[in-house]
């Protein structure tokens, strides 16, 4: 779990550095983040590559709790990344999620305290550029 919530705040904020360099170097194009909130997907599965033989007692918790409306399905989980990529209002370096934490319609939100600062922004897009072995430039 340390390891998939590391990922998550890195996805962050190369996508908040995206929003910036685009922003300095006037590329034309936005980037905004999203999450999807609580729903019944694979992640908690069983998974024997990841030592789960079975489907864990979250996982069976969560399906409950969508089936009574109180978590979200894999269907209103895609929702937010959906309007932080179409919303044409969108702006741009802000983060959508279900209107509550674990479901609900899409809305923005307050950035999470983990995405807020931006030091570590350069150093996780300049350790994507050597891992894939491009250096970005839109010019």
């Known amino acids: 779990m340390k390891a998939y919530t590391s990922s998550k705040i890195a996805v962050a904020l190369f996508a908040r ?33 990841l030592g789960r033989s079975r489907e864990t ?12 409306g109180i978590t979200g399905t894999p269907q209103s989980a ?13 702006r741009g370096d802000e983060f959508y999620g279900p209107r509550r934490t674990v479901g609900g319609g899409p809305a923005r939100q ?9 030091d570590d922004g350069p150093r996780i897009w300049e350790a994507s550029e050597r891992l894939v072995g491009v250096r970005f430039s839109a010019r």
């Not at 905004?32 to 609580?38: K, Q």
């Not at 996982?59 to 009574?68: A, D, K, N, P, W």
């Open 17 to 49: 550095e995206l929003d910036a360099r685009s922003r300095r170097e006037g590329w034309g194009i936005s980037s905004n983040i999203a999450h999807p909130g609580v729903s019944p997907t694979n992640l908690l599965d069983a998974q024997p590559g």
């Open 57 to 68: 007692g979250g996982r069976r918790v969560i399906r409950v709790l969508s089936r009574l």
């Open 78 to 90: 895609a929702l937010p990344a959906l309007v932080a990529a179409t919303d044409p209002t969108a």
């Open 110 to 118: 307050e950035l999470w305290a983990p995405f807020r600062p931006t």
